[in-house]
T-cell receptor, first 112, second 116 residues
Framework: DQQVKQNSPSLSVQEGRISILNCDYTNSMFDYFLWYKKYPAEGPTFLIS?????DKNEDGRFTVFLNKSAKHLSLHIVPSQPGDSAVYFCAADIQGAQKLVFGQGTRLTINP | GAVVSQHPSWVICKSGTSVKIECRSLDFQATTMFWYRQFPKQSLMLMAT?????????EQGVEKDKFLINHASLTLSTLTVTSAHPEDSSFYICSALAGGSWETQYFGPGTRLLVL
């Protein structure tokens, strides 16, 4: 039962353009969402988060959008840079559960 | 930034043997550490939550007698895969909470286990 899904295993974007990574979830009890970035041979690192009381959170080039009615969130990176090439995971949490449920990840490649 | 190390980074063992994986928070103390498992092209699946000084909390479907977790200090948690079998071959990754929020969760680089 995959409660958090990233349906695109890979995405290729031209440098300077916008990268949009998508994530869908099924559990309406999820109330906090995070995006992690992972380089090869390294652990995931926290990128940006959003609470369910918001629909947008922005941090520099990174913006996360949350559509609760559609149970969908997306990560926008603009402008995309070669260093953004990595695997991106979305994750969701239920308040008080102290556990994260992860998506399968999307491999983003930024082409020069 | 906060650093979490894992040792070994990869291990090959024979079926029936036990393998211990260490997870260390190098520059912070962590009351809570997590152990995840990842199969190829799949998500990180939480196996157990390790709390310093107490028994680990295992997720449904994870055999606690097979995957022994010890969190003996605020900087070290160990995962022992006992009597390993080929189906235990996977990527095991730990994380440690430096504070009270998910933003302070720091991951180790992972350990790839191959059981022959």
């Amino acid at each position: 039962d995959q409660q958090v899904k990233q349906n695109s295993p890979s995405l290729s974007v031209q440098e300077g353009r916008i990268s949009i990574l998508n994530c869908d979830y099924t559990n309406s009890m999820f109330d906090y969402f995070l995006w992690y970035k992972k380089y090869p041979a390294e652990g995931p690192t926290f990128l940006i988060s959003i609470s369910s009381i918001k629909d947008k959170n922005e941090d520099g080039r990174f913006t996360v959008f949350l559509n609760k009615s559609a149970k969908h969130l997306s990560l926008h990176i603009v402008p995309s840079q070669p260093g953004d090439s990595a695997v991106y995971f979305c994750a969701a949490d239920i308040q008080g559960a102290q556990k994260l449920v992860f998506g399968q990840g999307t491999r983003l490649t930024i082409n020069p | 930034g906060a650093v979490v190390s894992q040792h070994p980074s990869w291990v090959i063992c024979k079926s029936g043997t036990s393998v211990k994986i260490e997870c260390r928070s190098l520059d912070f103390q962590a009351t809570t550490m997590f152990w995840y498992r990842q199969f190829p092209k799949q998500s990180l699946m939480l196996m157990a939550t390790s709390n310093e000084g107490s028994k680990a909390t295992y997720e449904q479907g994870v055999e606690k007698d097979k995957f022994l977790i010890n969190h003996a200090s605020l900087t070290l948690s160990t995962l022992t895969v006992t009597s390993a079998h080929p189906e235990d071959s996977s990527f095991y990754i730990c994380s440690a909470l430096a504070g009270g929020s998910w933003e302070t969760q720091y991951f180790g680089p992972g350990t790839r286990l191959l059981v022959l």
